[in-house]
């Protein structure tokens, strides 16, 4: 039996993870479950799933913990997600809350000695030398959650010895891949949510529209497999079946297929080395028909172009993308921004800030907080 910690147990990702616990009670144990806010639906899983600690980032009076529920720790705040990571039985921790928070929490996890199923790709974008040296020195390397990363890991299982020569990232290309680019600026927050194949969380899903996400996923992939960007190559794929690709010297690719279900890539890295059911039915490549790709349009999306230019500026500039990004896009949830604007308060706060360093953690918060107000300021021009 496996014993499992799901930090943003409430999430997209984190409830698609307590799915497959449900649907094997002889392999899992919940040892603890957080979440921001959402105490009702919090209350709801630890009802069900017992474990012995439970918390709220944004904090819990313990009178208002039902009577039944008083059996189980509950924390709040930092302390909460730190208990959480790092304080109970648990083999797993499942990291998959939104944001740079899920930098310490990683951190914390694997200082305890867990094994980390990395859901909370900015934990890598943000701190990916401090996490992969970590991981290394405890023998514990990171089980990627996110789709495609998750293909690639999953590819390199039959790769043995042999290093690929380049990694193939799909993406879907998003609600705007055949919009013009001025359409795409104007676009409504229904629009940019309304995601062809994927459903997920608020924020991601707007980053799959601008294609922020795969700029973020280049970083992420950068720091899981040691790739240098230039042989990290983004390809649309509209259809999302095959969720990524590895090249190898002798000219083969290996890639990984399934239907666009994030209990898959989840049902990997919890089970992970054994294959296990996860409610999900392999894609019928007859209905199907056929796989198509396409180039990313850079123009478009300057989010890539972006993300390869904060890599290669290293220091703090991936960390000032992200938080820049991550303000504008609540913006844009908001209904201040435009779509447009998004791209414009990223590249204004890149432009100022991507000289910071990112040598330990107070360094990359603080760069964190100056992206993060630069991404709150409006502009008065557009520059895309
Ligand atoms: P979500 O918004 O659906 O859920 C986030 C969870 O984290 C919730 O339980 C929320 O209460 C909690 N949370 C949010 N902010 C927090 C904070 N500051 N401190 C503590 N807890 C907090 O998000 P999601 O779509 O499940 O995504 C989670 C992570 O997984 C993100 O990093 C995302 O990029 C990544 N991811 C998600 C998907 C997907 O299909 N949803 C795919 C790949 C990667
Ligand atoms: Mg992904």
Request: net charge negative; glycine share 8%; with cysteine.
């Amino acid at each position: 039996m496996k014993k499992i910690a799901i930090l943003g147990s409430t999430g997209s990702i984190g409830t698609q993870a307590l799915d497959i616990c449900a649907r094997h009670p002889e392999e899992y144990r919940v040892t603890a479950l957080t979440a921001k806010g959402n105490r009702e639906k919090l209350f709801e899983q630890v009802r069900r799933f017992r474990p012995e600690m439970a918390g709220l980032a944004d904090g819990i009076d313990p009178a208002e913990v039902p009577e039944d529920l008083r059996g189980c720790r509950w924390m709040s705040g930092k302390e909460a997600l730190r208990e959480a990571a790092a304080g109970t039985e648990a083999d797993q921790v499942l990291v998959s809350i939104v944001g740079i928070a899920g930098l310490q929490s990683v951190l914390d996890a694997l200082e305890a000695g867990r094994q980390v199923l990395l859901a909370n790709k900015e934990a890598l974008v943000t701190g990916g030398h401090l996490v992969m040296e970590l991981a290394r020195k405890k023998g514990k390397p990171i089980l990627p959650v996110d789709s495609e990363h998750s293909a690639i890991f999953q590819c390199l299982q039959a790769a043995g010895p042999n290093r690929p020569t380049r990694i193939l990232l799909t993406a879907s290309g998003g609600p705007f891949r055949t919009w013009p680019k001025e359409k795409m600026h104007r676009a409504s927050r229904e629009e940019a949510l309304r995601h062809p194949n994927w459903s997920m969380g608020a924020k991601i899903t707007v980053d799959s529209a601008s294609m922020f996400n795969k700029g973020l996923e280049i970083m992420e992939a950068r720091w899981l497999f040691d790739m240098p960007a230039e042989r990290i190559q983004v390809v649309v794929h509209p259809e999302s079946i095959i969720h990524s690709a590895v090249e190898f010297e002798d000219g083969a690719v290996l890639a990984q297929l399934g239907v666009p279900d994030m209990r898959v890539p989840i049902g990997y890295a919890m089970a992970y080395p054994q294959r296990e059911s996860t409610g999900v039915e392999p894609p019928d490549l007859f209905a199907l028909g056929r796989l198509t790709f396409e180039q990313p349009d850079e123009e478009k999306f300057p989010s890539l172009r972006m993300a390869r230019e904060a890599l290669s500026a290293g220091g703090a500039a991936c960390t000032v993308l992200n938080g820049a990004n991550e303000e504008a896009v609540a913006a844009f949830l908001r209904g201040e921004i435009a779509f447009g604007e998004i791209y414009t308060r990223v590249a204004r706060a890149l432009d100022r800030l991507a000289g910071l360093p990112a040598r330990n953690l107070e360094e990359i918060f603080e760069a964190d907080r100056l992206a993060r107000q630069a991404g709150k300021e409006g502009s008065t021009s557009s520059l895309y």
